[in-house]
T-cell receptor
Framework: KAGVTQTPRYLIKTRGQQVTLSCSPI?????VSWYQQTPGQGLQFLFE???????NKGNFPGRFSGRQFSNSRSEMNVSTLELGDSALYLC????????????????FGPGTRLTVT | KNQVEQSPQSLIILEGKNCTLQ??????????LRWYKQDTGRGPVSLTI?????NTKSNGRYTATLDADTKQSSLHITASQLSDSASYIC???????????????FGRGTQLTVWP
């Protein structure tokens, strides 16, 4: 079974531009979450999508947005890029969403390394 | 203040030795706690998941413990190998039992280096 794939793997953009990152979850997985990882802040939760609906959102400005398609593939968009947006953006998928019935295993992709100059 | 604190920040051990990594959290209520291993340049890989009612979970040479009363977890690695060199990240999901809302809280990780 193929793992979580993210494209592109590396990206260089300039301040003020916008960027779209793509994530294809493991086949059959319905939940996709996005994270930002930087050396200073570590991993931070961006948002979670399940069945094409955003279910949860972290503390990031509105410049960060995302969506999920009917095939569970997800994209995240960052508009008006700032230098501080340089980071590794990770996508993770799972079959379901954590609930009282128990946690679901989450699988991460290799990430997209975004550099803003 | 980060709601998940890990210690030590970094650790160097010799191959074959054991080590224990710590995770203290203040997240409440709490649904489950996860330990991930992240190799440089790669995405994290899940090692263990423990619900609030579990107090130990093993995965090969990795054993995680959880004390929900003191809000502490540890990850014990036995007979370390060179391939264990990585960042180990503690993650807490505060979802209420019965609620599907969740928002993961991450520790900053412990950077483990295993020397031959």
């Amino acid at each position: 079974k193929a793992g979580v794939t993210q494209t592109p793997r590396y990206l260089i953009k300039t301040r003020g531009q916008q960027v779209t990152l793509s994530c294809s979850p493991i086949s059959g997985h319905r939940s996709v979450s996005w994270y930002q990882q930087t050396p200073g802040q570590g991993l931070q939760f961006l948002f979670e999508y399940f069945s094409e609906t955003q279910r949860n959102k972290g503390n990031f400005p509105g410049r960060f947005s995302g969506r999920q398609f009917s095939n569970s593939r997800s994209e995240m968009n960052v508009s008006t890029l700032e230098l501080g947006d340089s980071a590794l953006y990770l996508c993770a998928s799972s079959w379901g969403r954590d609930s009282g019935r128990g946690p679901y295993e989450q699988y991460f992709g290799p990430g997209t390394r975004l550099t803003v100059t | 203040k980060n709601q998940v604190e890990q210690s030590p920040q970094s650790l160097i051990i010799l191959e074959g030795k054991n080590c224990t990594l710590q995770c203290n959290y203040t997240v409440s209520p709490f649904s489950n706690l996860r330990w991930y291993k992240q190799d440089t340049g790669r995405g994290p890989v899940s090692l263990t998941i423990m619900t609030f009612s579990e107090n130990t979970k093993s995965n090969g040479r990795y054993t995680a413990t959880l004390d929900a009363d003191t809000k502490q977890s540890s990850l014990h690695i036995t007979a370390s190998q060179l391939s264990d060199s990585a960042s180990y990240i503690c993650v807490v999901n505060p979802a209420d039992r019965g609620s599907t809302l969740g928002r993961l809280y991450f520790g900053r990780g412990t950077q483990l280096t295993v020397w031959p």
